[in-house]
Every structure is written in C-alpha cells, then in structure tokens.
C-alpha cells in the first residue's frame, strides 16, 4: 500500500549500508529483510562491545559512554524486532533471547538515566531559584539537620539556601545511586550470564534463526500490528484532557500517599515503547531507507521528555523522604517535585499536540 | 464612532433604573451622565451601609459580608470614576476622596480575601492530596515540630500527613488575619475618617461637584483616554510567552529569595487595575445599559484568578517560613506554593487567549 517507500527517492540519506538489503530487494519486504536486519544489529552490538572493551581501561570516559550506548542501542532494536516479528523466528530461541536482552540494555542504562535525571534537576533547581546559579557544592548537604549558618538573613535567604541544600542533597543521592549503576554495569558486563548474550549476538551476525516460511512471508502484516497496538493504547490515553493547557491533572496526586511514580504515567510510559516498536519495525520494513517522520518523532521526543520528568519529580520526592533534613530543603524539594510534575503534563500536551496531526500510516 | 450602542437594543437588560439616565437622554453622554452615575453609586453606598449598620448586631453573617461586598462595590466605583473623569470634577474635593474610598474599600476588603485565600489553599492541597479530603482539622498545626505520631508508616504517610499539617497550619494562619482584618474593618466603620467619608458620599448622592463646563462635555475622550491605557499596558505585558502553555515563566522565581509577591506579577495586576477603571468607563458611558462584553469579562476573571494565585502562592511560602515547621509540611507548603505559580501561569495563558480575540473598540 505505501510499496513506492521501499525504494526511496534519496538514497543518500546515510543509511549503513548493511540496513539497506530490503530496499535493494525490491518488492514487498519479507523475512530475508528481517534477517538482514538483525544481522546488521548484532554487528552493530559486537563492534559496540569491542569498542567498549577497548576504552574500558585506558580511554576517555565520553567514548566509553558513547560504546555503552550504541551497545543499548542495538539491544533494543534486536529484542524489539523479535517481539514484533516472533512468529517469523524459531519461538525458544527468540524466548530465550529478549529477557536476556532487555537485562542488558536495563542494566547499561541505568548510570546514564541517573546522570541525566540529577542534570535536569539540578538545571530545574537553577532555574526556580532566579538566574543566579546557586553554589550547590560549596554547601554541605542537611541530613543531620545541621547544615552551616546561612549567609543570608533568614526571612530572605530560607528559600535560596534551601534550594542549595536540596541541590547538594539530590547531588549527592543521585551520584551515589550513578555509581551504584557504573559498578552493577562493569559487573553485568563481565559476568557470564552476558558472555552468553554476547555469543548468542555474534552468531545472529550470521545466521539468523528464521522458520522455514519466513523468508518469503510479507513483513507487512506484523507490522501493521505493531502500530495497531501503538494505535489502541494511544487512543486510550487521556488525550482530550491532555490537549487542554494547565489541565492540572499531573499534579493530581502530588501529596498522595503512594511514593511509586505516579500509576497515572503507566499508560503513556506503555505508548512509549509501543511507539519505539513501531519505529523498529519501520526501520525493519524500509531497510533504513525509512522517511524520517517528523511528526512521529516529536511524539516519541515528548514521550521521552514525560518519563525523563516523571523520574525526576520521584527523586525529588523521594529526596524530600530523608530523615532529618531541613524544612527549607523540604521545601525547595516539595517546589522541585511539582515543577517536574507540571513538566509531565507539558510533555503531555505536546504528545497531544504532536499527535493530534499524526497521520500514521502503515508502511 | 460607536453611538448606536448608547441606545441599547435590549432595554431590558436589568440595569437599575437610576443608571440609566444617559441612555434615556440619547446623544453623546456628558458630565451629566457622570453626575448622575455618580449619585446612584452614593446611593448604593448609603443604602448597603445602612444594611451593614442593620445587621451589623442581631442578623446573619451573610447579609452583613453581602452589605460590606455592596459598600466596596460602590466605593471602587465612585473612586474609579473620579479617576478616570478628573477634569470634570472639582480637583481638590476630588483629591480628598479618593484615597479616602481607597482606604475604605481595602480595608473592608481584607476580611474577604483571606477567606477566599484559605478556601483556594485548602482546596487545591485537597486536589495535590488525591481524592479523598484529608482530616485538616483533626490534626494539630506543627509549629513546634511536634505534631501527632503519623498514623501510617512515615514511608507511605509522610507526604499526606504534611499536606493535612500544612492545611492545619495555614488555616491558623489565615484565620487569624481574617479575625485581625474582621477587627480592622469594625474599628474602620466606627472610626471618625469612616464618618468623614460617608458624609461626603451623602452629599454626592444629591450634588456632583462638577465643573461648570463639565454638564456639556462629551465624556468619550476621557473613557478612551482611559481604555488607551489599558491597551498600553496589556501591549506591554508578554503575551507571546503567555500564549505557549507551559512556558515555566511564572515559577521562575519560585525559589528565589525575595519573599515579597514575584515582581513580574506586578504588571499583570497593573492591568487588572486598568481594566475595571475601562468597565467602570464603560458603565458611565452606557449608563447600565452597556451590552456585556463577554471576553472583557473573560479577561478580567482571568486577572482576578491570576491576582488570586499571586497571592495564594504567597501565603503558601510565606507559612513555609513559619519557625521549626516538619520537613513534610515544608514539602507540602512547597508543592501548594510551585501548584499556585502555575495557576498563575494559566491565568495569564487564559487571559492571553480572552485578549487576542479582543477587539476593544471606543464606545
């Protein structure tokens, strides 16, 4: 229906070459591409990994992090092809495969998801607290109860040094919890449950295990269904209240007694992976060839932006949980938390907006 | 350029007889217009403070506060059009009794705006608490740190037990200024400058000190004069920013040491100000015949919500900085502050919104 995509008009878009066998293919694009697909993936993993192992010890930490991440990278995009193309691969290999990958990719994000969440908050922080950034360091955190006397005068600077406290408070939570990751990461890496991983990835580099009819089966289909699910659990979220500005539903349970991030976040987190299958499964029909669709990224951009704010509002929550801890700490956490609560629902209103001019179709 | 409205279409329109003197006249309204505006105001005054003065002991508190809303009505009026009409007016009694109106309508004013205040701060930690309305008065405030044991584990209570202590204590809080204004108000009517005042108000009823030109001039220009200032100074305010939701800008200060009520808010109230001298305008011009103006009104409920929530966010940080409070209040009182600054963001998006389909033509 859309089959004039799969030979793109721009084939100079900068697709690896290797993504690109669908297209040079022709005609409707079947498990072969999937395989090429995947084969593409589990050579972009084990470049990742020797790339990894290379900067372990000696290099710079930014190519490190860069190796980790394209590892991630390829990790989800394998185990997100075998769930929305199952039927096409051998069933206990596949099973066997996606929790082992999923682990992986949890567990190397899980450093850079602290790092940045501590980065947005503190930036937040900055921002509450007017354009002079505060001196977060330079003040010890409270949690004895005990921090320095305030160089202000207490009627004016409570608020300044509460926000400096709570800065150096979710500094020093979220480095520990970043560190915490780093090692599990370092651990998990040289662990034998990943050295099993790693060998299963390098001989999907060459030969992947398809079912005797899948190499001539239309991908089209399980496609199709992939996005219908994205469809469905889209079309369930509150979207109607979403696209009304300063809703104030995001905050709605602000005070409640459950410290889990808020059950309300479920549904659009569960749209946010389902929209990230749909985009695997769009890389996987068009070969790489894929037109970028803007309005498809802007709506996984706020999604991503809803569960980036949603963690943070829980760690400044969670930050705010501390025994001991000043009331003008509590305070600035208690203003942190709503503000990135309030960030949850602009993430909302912009997936709405973004969403409201979707015209998704199947490939 | 718009004479066809001074003879409203719709006569019916429950405009008290005693305001429509203009209308009846036909052609451009005059300084008779005014006189006559002027005498039904002082009329209105005399009659709610005799009603005040009647239920005043024995009656209920509702048709004292409804006499003491009527007596403040009046006296904004009357101050407004001495205002915006100045130079037909006698200038020396027209300075005396302005600030004079001024003092009178703030002070009986207080009463009602802390109890409007505390009903918006309940209300709203009633929403960030979830559904059900935590038991504010069951608790006793914790202002010397010591409040009950939570009656649930501190993980999962910690935060509503803050929300209720913080209802607990801004209730004292605002209470206790209500009584105080309650006070001042009583204090205010019984006090000789009250008198002064009121006899002054009784002269108007009957004779409008005017210029002697003023019976024949045209009051249009004054009441455009009027409406310019309020185009200048909603020109002036930043709509762009205030028309993309989420924009953050009203909790940038949120943390900021200045504990006085955000400046950037100052505007916004400047233009409240001018926008009821305009209706005010408009009310004499029309003489109560003035066809309603839906986004006027639009606008001005959007400045009295933003005003609102200026000030509640205010007194949420300011009982923040209540002595040896428990972190979780401060939590809470910080959640309520951030929660308020958003509503003043959406006051101000709302406003934005009411002011770009204004098409404020001269009457």
């Known amino acids: 229906m859309a089959q004039q995509h799969l030979e793109p008009t721009d084939p100079t878009a900068g697709a690896p070459p290797k993504l690109s066998t669908a297209v040079e293919q022709g005609g409707p694009p079947t498990g072969d591409a999937l395989a090429g697909y995947l084969r593409a993936q589990a050579t972009e993993f084990l470049r990742a990994l020797r790339l990894h192992r290379e900067t372990g010890t000696a290099s710079s930490v930014e190519e ?7 590892l991630r990278r390829s990790a ?3 185990s997100g092809s075998l769930h929305t193309f199952r039927p096409l691969l051998d069933a206990d290999w596949s099973e066997e495969m996606r929790p082992e990958l999923a682990w992986l990719s949890g567990t190397l994000g899980l450093e850079h998801a602290c790092e940045a969440r501590l980065d947005r908050l503190l930036l937040a922080l900055h921002r509450l607290s007017g354009s002079t950034p505060f001196p977060a360091q330079s003040l010890t955190s409270d949690s004895a109860g005990s921090g320095p006397p305030a160089p202000v005068t207490p ?4 608020l300044t040094v509460g926000a400096a406290k709570a800065g150096a408070l979710l500094e020093r939570q979220l480095t520990l919890a970043r560190t915490r990751a780093h090692s599990t990461a370092l651990q998990a890496l040289g662990s034998s449950r990943f050295h099993a991983v790693a060998d299963k990835v390098a001989v999907l580099a060459s030969e992947v295990p398809l079912t005797p009819a899948a190499p001539t089966t239309d991908l089209r289909a399980l496609a199709a269904a992939a996005e219908d699910r994205l469809l469905a659990a889209a079309a369930a979220l509150p979207l109607v209240t979403a696209g009304h500005p300063y809703n104030a539903e995001a905050l709605v349970h602000g005070l409640s007694p459950d410290p ?12 946010r992976l389902l929209l990230r299958l749909h985009r695997y499964a769009r890389e996987v029909l068009y070969g790489g060839g894929a037109p970028v669709d803007v309005r498809l990224l802007a709506a996984g951009q706020a999604l991503n932006r809803h569960r980036d704010a949603s963690e943070a509002a829980a760690a400044a929550a969670s930050a705010a949980r501390t025994p001991r801890i000043a009331p003008a700490t509590a305070y600035a956490l208690g203003v942190l938390h709503a503000d990135q609560r309030h960030e949850v629902e602009a993430a909302r209103f912009a997936f709405q907006q973004a969403w409201q001019k979707q015209t998704v179709g199947t490939p």
Chains 1, 2 share one sequence.
């Open 64 to 70: 490190s992090v860069d190796a980790a991440r394209a």
């Open 76 to 78: 989800r995009r394998i």
């Open 155 to 158: 009627e004016r600077g409570n």
């Open 260 to 271: 889990a991030p808020h059950p309300q976040d479920g549904p659009w987190h569960q749209v």
